[in-house]
């Protein structure tokens, strides 16, 4: 059965302070993993797809990057407004149907 | 529309009630999924429909749960007979293609009581 885990469940950094999210995932057969930023209120909003091992991506101060087993999401110099959920989800290989499996998310709160 | 609209935004239903949520699509956009997101969880799958076919439905959490998209567009997620524990966020979200990335829209609170 494919899962998702995320460490940790909350973070909390002052302005500035860099960090990184975790994204554990077993699956069989994986097309790609997510990241999506999810604010209260609203769905989620798609941030990156990753497909490969060693690959990464970068839009503004953020970077996610993918290894065989687990996914990083590094947050350089953040800012109050990068205050959200963070939710991370992967996708299996077409044979296996579209659907998206998330882990439970990492809330992050970024004080000034 | 630039976005995924869904409505209504906030549901309240009693008990056994019957309710239909909306979702419109981004125009064009050939998959469609609907999603079930609990309290401080992540989205859980509920069905997935390609253009106006439903190719997954291994998600719905009982045969009280309905999902039409009679048209490749527009879809209708209907719940009879609410109960409490039906109580979440309902979330649609489409994609271009077939393995592109999905965009969502704000949600449908339902809340029975």
């Known amino acids: 059965e494919d899962q998702v885990t995320q460490s940790p469940e909350a973070l909390r950094l002052q302005e500035g302070e860099s960090s990184s999210l975790n994204c554990s995932y077993t699956?069989?057969?994986?097309?790609?993993l997510f990241w999506y930023r999810q604010d209260p209120g609203k769905g989620p909003e798609f941030l990156f797809t990753?497909?490969?091992a060693g690959e990464e991506k970068e839009k503004e101060r953020l970077k996610a990057t993918l290894t065989k087993k687990e996914s990083f999401l590094h947050i350089t110099a953040p800012k109050p407004e990068d205050s959200a959920t963070y939710l991370c989800?992967?996708?299996?290989?077409?044979?296996?149907?579209?659907?998206?499996?998330f882990g439970a998310g990492t809330i992050l709160r970024v004080k000034s | 529309g630039a976005g995924v609209s869904q409505s209504p935004r906030y549901k309240v239903a009693k008990r056994g009630q019957d309710v239909a949520l909306r979702c419109d699509p981004i125009?064009?956009?050939?998959?469609l999924f609907w999603y079930q997101q609990a309290l401080g969880q992540g989205p859980e799958f509920l069905t997935y429909?390609?253009?106006?076919?439903?190719?997954?439905k291994s998600g719905l959490p009982s045969d009280r749960f309905f999902a039409e998209r009679p048209e490749g567009s527009v879809s209708t997620l209907k719940i009879q007979r609410t109960q409490q524990e039906d109580s979440a966020v309902y979330l649609c979200?489409?994609?271009?293609?077939?393995?592109?990335?999905?965009?969502f829209g704000q949600g449908t609170r339902l809340t029975v009581v």
């Open positions: 699956v069989s057969g994986l097309r790609g």
């Open positions: 990753l497909y490969s």
């Open positions: 989800a992967v996708q299996r290989n077409m044979e296996y149907g579209n659907k998206l499996v």
């Open positions: 125009s064009g956009h050939v998959s």
């Open positions: 429909f390609q253009n106006e076919a439903q190719l997954d």
């Open positions: 979200a489409s994609s271009l293609r077939v393995n592109t990335e999905a965009f």
